[in-house]
């Protein structure tokens, strides 16, 4: 057996009883590791739903025995081929992941949209109303996961569809590639004529790129005017993302875009069970609550909790305790955004720049001290809160977005020129609570 995977057994062995171990675990095989995941493979007649709840358990021991925080894959030895998405010479296969089902998204108010449209177009691929569904929001909020949940829900239901999932940034890559090895007409002639449904993740990353993309509006209008399914996701509306091509714009426009917004108070409570109860960790409401509370935005940090819970508690042999989450948090905190109140932000501004606040939030530019006050109030918003640009204008006498973005600018560049004033916005940073 493969060494690592050996020591990373040993520990999981301490963690979980030895009737589960031997049931699923004595049998495991390392089938690739690659920089993001390992891929082992279970024994024929177990079924992947029995592995899914030890996951979590799985990726802390591998983290304990090497040092590296990979995800795990459980593969069947006799999988079926139809259930991965499709690959040719030029196109290498990227298995879906199992966990991002639709089972598996909790849907909150600010997901229910993108969530619905998804499950429609993966229900119906063929005459779906929503071609192309666009799918857009910052990141860490699901969008991947609804992607893939696409692709996992068609191939599920074993139609024959051909259902290709595939990050912009591969596709780049396939493009460069097949015009090293002259054969692009093969490459492009795959995605027109062999994919019935074809997801593209985190199409931003093509901004760069106007070959990219003009190759990609051929396949994409071949595609769509065979009624084959297209959707994409991305950081920002079609229109918003740098460089995109005008044609595409309008294309990825024409049918219909949603967007997901960091999931609410309740969702992310609801997100928190949902995780603890795939990975068999017993956590009171109090905790629960504690984290909701206190991890805001992305959807990451949220699972980064209750690893680490999982982790903490397994090493130090105590009960998940809200001393335990209080750490964890703190831990995990400096690298996401903290909870400030939009009004402390406000006050703190209007004290130090001796500002009205009533002025700060006027319509009306004001004063030169004025504006500049109010452009250092939307900076802070903007990083201490995970407001979007167009909610801190709103805030700020109903400005737009773009105002917002340059009063950032602004301030970043003063901040880089003056190290005092660097001092005084870091100061009021760190001081509002
Ligand atoms: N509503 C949700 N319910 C359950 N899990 C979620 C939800 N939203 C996000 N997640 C989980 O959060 C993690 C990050 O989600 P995902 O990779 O889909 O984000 P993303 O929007 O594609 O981010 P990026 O733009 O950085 O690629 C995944 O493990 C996903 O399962």
């Not at 996951?55 to 079926?80: C, I, R």
């Not at 979007?388 to 773009?402: E, I």
Request: with cysteine; glycine share 4%.
């Amino acid at each position: 057996m493969n060494p690592q995977l050996e020591k990373c057994l040993e520990l999981l062995h301490g963690k979980i009883s030895d009737a589960v171990y031997n049931d699923l675990f004595a049998n495991l095989e390392l089938s690739n590791v690659t920089d993001r995941r390992v891929s082992v493979l279970f024994p024929a007649g177990k079924d992947v739903k029995a592995y899914l709840p030890y996951k979590v358990l799985l990726e802390m021991s591998w983290q304990e025995a090497t040092g590296q925080h990979l995800e795990f894959e459980f593969q069947h030895p006799e999988a079926n081929p139809s259930v991965s998405t499709p690959t040719n010479e030029f196109c290498q296969s990227i298995k879906l992941a199992e966990e991002f089902s639709f089972e598996n998204f909790v849907v909150g108010d600010k997901s229910k949209l993108a969530f619905s449209a998804a499950f429609a177009v993966a229900e119906n691929p063929d005459h779906s109303k929503y071609n192309p569904l666009f799918i857009y929001g910052a990141s860490g909020l699901g969008k991947t996961h609804l992607l893939q949940a696409i692709g996992n829900y068609i191939l599920g239901n074993a139609t024959g569809k051909v259902v290709r999932y595939i990050p912009a940034n591969d596709f780049q890559r396939e493009y460069t590639e097949s015009i090293r090895n002259g054969n692009t007409n093969e490459w492009s002639s795959f995605y027109r004529n062999d994919v019935d449904v074809l997801l593209i993740d985190d199409i931003q990353n093509w901004s760069g790129s106007t070959e990219t993309q003009n190759e990609f509006f051929h396949i994409f209008n071949t595609l769509h005017q065979a009624g084959k399914q297209i959707v994409l996701t991305s950081d920002a509306p079609a229109a918003e993302v740098k460089s995109l091509s005008d044609r595409l714009v309008s294309r990825f426009s024409s049918g219909l875009t949603v967007d997901i917004q960091p999931p609410a108070l309740e969702t992310r409570e609801a997100i928190l069970r949902k995780k603890a109860i795939n990975s068999h960790l017993d956590i009171s409401d109090d905790v629960f609550a504690y984290l909701a509370e206190n991890i805001e935005g992305s959807v990451r940090p949220l699972e980064a909790a209750i690893v680490r819970l999982a982790m903490q508690s397994s090493l130090l042999k105590q009960d998940i305790s809200i001393s335990l989450a209080r750490q964890v948090v703190a831990d995990i905190i400096p690298n996401i955004k903290r909870r400030v109140g939009i009004e402390s932000v406000i006050h703190a501004v209007s004290q130090y720049f001796e500002v009205p606040e009533d002025k700060l939030l006027e319509a009306g530019r004001g004063t030169k001290e004025v504006a500049h006050a109010r452009q250092v109030a939307m900076y802070l918003m903007k990083t201490l809160t995970t407001l979007s640009l167009k909610s801190v204008g709103m805030r700020f006498g109903n400005r737009d977005h773009s105002t917002v973005m340059h009063a950032i600018k602004t301030i970043e560049n003063e901040m880089r020129e003056d190290a005092t004033f660097s001092r005084v916005v870091e100061t009021l940073k760190a001081n509002i609570h």
